[in-house]
């Protein structure tokens, strides 16, 4: 059973940083992409940054410049730095990973959600 827990959430100000963290455990053999999306209340969940098992990286616009993610494959975790963080940043995010857990495919798999609250 493949498990994704996210830490690091939290409340902040205005301008401000938090890091969160992924941890991705379980019967895992190989792990592909892993990302960062979030959803604010009333809108719909979207991606915030992405990460390739290379290590090449994608970014939503509204977050270029802010926030960076990065990886530790040797620890299956992956990592979103924020900073110059704004009230429009308030979201639950959420961690993802495409995980190969039988050897023979990859599955999609989605963490609980951790609370980023960002205060004016």
């Known amino acids: 059973q493949v498990q994704l827990v996210e830490s690091g959430g939290g409340l902040v100000q205005a301008g401000g940083s938090l890091r969160l963290s992924c941890a991705a455990s379980?019967?895992?053999?190989?792990?592909?992409?892993m990302a960062w999306y979030r959803q604010a209340p009333g809108k719909q969940r979207e991606l915030v940054a992405l990460?390739?098992?290379?290590?090449?990286?994608n970014y939503a616009d509204s977050v270029k410049g802010r926030f960076t993610i990065s990886r530790d494959n040797a620890k299956n975790t992956v990592y979103l730095q924020m900073n110059s963080l704004k009230p429009d940043d308030t979201a639950v995010y959420y961690c993802?990973?495409?995980?190969?857990?039988?050897?023979?495919?990859?599955?999609?798999?989605w963490g609980q959600g951790t609370q980023v609250t960002v205060s004016s």
């Open positions: 379980g019967s895992i053999f190989r792990v592909n992409a």
């Open positions: 990460i390739s098992s290379g290590g090449t990286t």
């Open positions: 993802n990973a495409d995980i190969d857990a039988n050897r023979r495919w990859y599955s999609n798999y």
